[in-house]
């Protein structure tokens, strides 16, 4: 499975932005005119704003969350139609409840943006930011020496947890799991190991848990190792699937993530 690594740039706003259907939900240009920023105070559940960017080959785009109260999700559809519905397929859908960051992938092109409070009173910003040319450029053909774990980066998503999926020089593959327990607080593992490509399962001893805490403004208040030299698998299911055996604490017992972006 060869995975499109274009990745997600928000170039300048195309066309005019949607009027917000809450006074206390807005989006604007980031202040370099290269991002998108949403500002919600208080805001009702199912309010909604919309803006449009560009996608750009080879610049990276993160999108961050400050949000301190409620949940706001953000969803990016091809531009097909003036105004994204639930019935376009969605390129990007993903939904934040708390601080977080995440690096989305898409293939160039103009997208549509909404972003739609899910839970009342979502307060906070979130943020679209542009870091142009830092995309990872891949290669492609048989044989050409990449690891064989840039055909399964990216992000896979289960209820609040999310796995993010990246290589590691020409070998290995990292793993970096985010679980939020409450707007401020989050559990993350990380770990490393070689993709065996006949099985396609990544074996690790080298599992780190951290208990995080976040201040109002997204910043780490305080950090707390749980455990170190956590001992599990990966393994991935050849389309965009992947399951998470932890046999420190069967944390993902049960559970299926799915490619996300």
Sequence with gaps: MKKILGILSAALLVGTMTGCKASKLSVDLTADGEGLILTAENAKADSACTSSITVNEGDLVTVSSELTKGAVKIRVTHATEETPSDSDEAAVEWEFDGPSSIDYTLEPGEYNVSFTVTSEGATGNITVTKQAGAAPVAESGEGDGQNPIMNFVGTYAKDRASILVEADGMQESK??????SSAAETSEWTMSGVLNTETLTVDYTNGVRKNLVFNEDGSVASEEIVY??????FKFDGTNKLVWTDEQEHAADDMIFEYAN
């Design 228 to 233: 170190e030299n956590g001992k599990g698998s």
């Design 175 to 180: 793993f970096t799991i985010m679980w939020g």
